[in-house]
């Protein structure tokens, strides 16, 4: 039954509606890579990229239900602004599929290209005494709070514990996150390598969420062959996650981006509300369910149901660019 369906038969909008039947989902969702991946992609396994999230987690034990672990191969890509625990994580979850995991540390090939010390050099222009062994993460503005989210602050914690919160003017927001992008631009890259060499497919990890948000790098994370999860709701991929087994601890670990040397959340630098609340927002908007009864079933007011439907439309249309091809002449 869809969760359409089970609206119309109850007038009570609460977080029920996303409820799944996991053992039906996900074998529609192997059924579908089985036949995307020998009909549209004539390829013959799989390579995905694992970060120990919960994302990644669930895609890569549903591409070991579609073509079995011998044909999955899984890349574990640190840098030097990660988190020790990802790549724990990540081999915990690839040692209970049986799924080669292949480590491509990228940390050299990021600091040659510039990476750390063009997003340090933006720093410095409103931090000059920014350095090694500083940390930094970038924030937006909370939405339920009326800042509006194209608000952009960057935090730094200096060597001595010093924590400051700074308003970025445009060029120097731009100038970080495009240092920063070339993360999972490289990680892409290598992703591709290996399908190439051994005629894989690419899986994207993005949830419904992201992918309508445009929570994602063009070219970078956002460049996939198949996207087994992109129409489930974060709620949904927790739900996946329990009946495909992955560890409990990885389904108990905070969504974070893990770019920054600063512990971030993904509502820090990207969305307004935790992801249960977010979830049920998104769905009311595009279902036509009143603000009341989606503050009502999400625990928030009406006023900032109202923002966060805002914030929602706002990153539409903003981030509409990341979802279009190349544009060419007829």
């Not at 579908?32 to 970060?51: H, I, P």
Request: aromatic share 8%.
């Amino acid at each position: 039954m869809s969760a359409t369906t089970a609206l119309n038969r109850s007038s009570a909008f609460t977080s029920d509606i996303l409820h799944l039947d996991a053992a039906a989902e996900v074998e529609r969702i192997v059924t579908a890579m089985r036949t995307q991946l020998r009909t549209d992609l004539k390829r013959r396994g799989l390579v995905l990229g694992v970060s120990g999230g919960i994302d990644s987690s669930v895609c890569a034990a549903l591409a070991v239900r579609a073509v079995g672990p011998e044909r999955v191969l899984a890349l574990m890509m640190p840098e030097n602004d990660s988190d020790p625990d990802s790549r724990r994580l990540a081999e915990a979850l690839l040692d209970g599929l049986g799924a080669e995991g292949v480590v491509e540390d990228i940390g050299e090939t990021l600091a040659a290209m510039g990476c750390y010390q063009r997003r340090d050099d933006a720093i410095r222009t409103l931090v000059p005494e920014f350095g090694p062994g500083w940390g930094c993460k970038v924030t937006i503005a909370n939405s339920l709070e009326g800042d509006g989210f194209a608000i952009s602050y960057l935090v730094v914690q200096s060597l001595d514990g010093e924590t400051r919160r700074l308003r970025m003017p445009a060029e120097v927001y731009l100038a970080i996150v495009a240092a920063t992008n070339m993360k999972q631009r490289t990680r892409k890259q290598l992703e591709y390598y290996h399908a190439d060499r051994l005629n894989y497919a690419v899986i994207g990890t993005p949830n419904k969420i992201e992918y309508d948000q445009g929570f994602f790098v063009k070219n970078g994370d956002g460049a996939a062959d198949l996207k087994p999860i992109a129409h489930l709701y974060k709620s949904q991929v927790y739900q996946l996650a329990e009946y495909l087994g992955v560890p409990e601890e990885i389904r108990r670990r905070p969504p974070t981006t893990d770019t920054w040397t600063l512990a971030q959340s993904q509502e820090e630098f990207y969305f307004s509300v935790p992801y249960g609340q977010m979830d049920l927002c998104m769905y009311g908007l595009d279902n036509g369910v009143s603000r009341d009864d989606v503050a009502q079933a999400a625990g928030l007011t009406a006023e900032q149901v109202g923002r966060v439907w805002a914030d929602i439309e706002g990153k539409r249309r903003s981030t509409r660019y990341l979802h279009l091809p190349a544009l060419a002449l007829e």
